[in-house]
């Protein structure tokens, strides 16, 4: 079975007939590929609430932004989205500061063999599965007859469904950003009280 999790390229010089592309479709249901930053950014933009992997091209040609700037962008929308940094330069000729900061998931060689390059794309897949938001997600799926029970409220007095907390979390949205900090303390919070067994 596919993965539902949408792969986002962007790179100017790639096509469907790449062999990276041909894998990747094989593994995932949606795999959108873009020439250019603004069509990519605006799709990552639109696609905030799904689970995004992003394969960035490092060097974009022409008048459009570079890798470092894209990655700046995505990340003033959410910090979610496992950016894989995609290039054919010389990684120690590049500044890597920006890439710790703005958290890029990897740095990849364009010279490197498909299978590798489809490991670290499952690697960032993992990851995005065991975050918050999709244990969320899946706690969802799993009692639907909760979907419309308020379960948390703001400071403002306002009260979110679990469907509408998870919404936030993936917009990155302030209360979604305090929505995951306040989950994971309580995650935290349970485990070192010699609770033994997670409930599934």
Do not use: C
Request: charged fraction near 30%; hydrophobic fraction near 40%; charge should be negative.
């Amino acid at each position: 079975m596919k993965s539902n999790i949408i792969i986002v390229v962007i790179d100017d010089l790639i096509d469907e007939r790449s062999p990276l592309v041909v894998k990747l479709n094989q593994e995932y249901e949606q795999v959108s590929i873009f020439n250019n930053s603004v069509e990519g950014l605006k799709f990552i933009k639109d696609n905030l609430d799904s689970k995004t992997i992003v394969i960035l091209d490092l060097t974009l040609s022409g008048d459009d932004d570079n890798g470092h700037i894209v990655l700046e962008k995505i990340r003033a929308n959410s910090f979610l989205i496992p950016v894989l940094i995609w290039t054919a330069s010389d990684e120690k000729q590049e500044p890597f500061a920006d890439f710790i900061n703005n958290r890029a998931f990897a740095f990849i060689k364009q010279s490197r063999p498909v299978k590798d390059i489809l490991k670290i794309v499952n690697e960032a897949a993992i990851s995005l599965e065991t975050d918050v938001a999709s244990s969320l997600e899946d706690w969802l799926m799993a009692q639907p007859q909760t979907k419309d029970k308020p379960y948390m409220v703001a400071i403002n007095g306002k009260s979110f469904t679990v469907e509408e907390m998870l919404n936030e979390i993936r917009m990155q949205s302030l209360i979604g950003k305090e929505f995951s900090y306040k989950l994971n303390k309580l995650t935290i919070d349970l485990l070192t009280r010699n609770k033994e067994k997670l409930d599934d």
